[in-house]
């Protein structure tokens, strides 16, 4: 299992920003896709974002499209998640994650992905 390490998570006011980090562990992440889920107190997990390493594709839920920017630094071994415009409803534990296939984004459904971070809380409160 492939070992990933989010970060940037906290507290942040309506309508501002945070920019998530998930960094890989003893392996080049460079060939993999990498996903952001969340999870919410008493929902169920939503995928957010993933970016592919074939050809760098991007893929957005609805709900986050327009706000967040998923982008890889394959020199920094790092994806990040650029969050803009945060809401109160953005408020969650997010995970990164790796697909079972490596390359490509398979989707939201997190069966697909095999390898998860511990999680980095975000919330969104005046």
């Known amino acids: 299992q492939l070992q990933l390490v989010e970060s940037g998570g906290g507290l942040v006011q309506p309508g501002g920003s945070l920019r998530l980090s998930c960094a890989a562990s003893?392996?080049?992440?460079?060939?993999?896709?990498i996903g952001w889920f969340r999870q919410a107190p008493g929902k169920e997990r939503e995928g957010v974002s993933c970016?592919?390493?074939?050809?760098?594709?991007?893929y957005y839920a609805d709900s986050v499209k327009g706000r967040f920017t998923i982008s890889r630094d394959n020199a920094k071994n790092t994806v990040y998640l650029q969050m803009n415009s945060l809401q109160p409803e953005d408020t969650a534990v997010y995970y990164c994650?790796?697909?079972?296939?490596?390359?490509?984004?398979?989707?939201?459904?997190?069966?697909?992905?095999?390898?998860w971070g511990q999680g980095t809380q975000v919330t969104v409160s005046s």
């Open positions: 994650a790796a697909p079972w296939v490596a390359t490509m984004c398979p989707g939201f459904a997190g069966s697909d992905f095999g390898s």
């Open positions: 970016i592919s390493s074939s050809d760098g594709s991007t």
């Open positions: 003893g392996f080049t992440l460079n060939y993999y896709a």
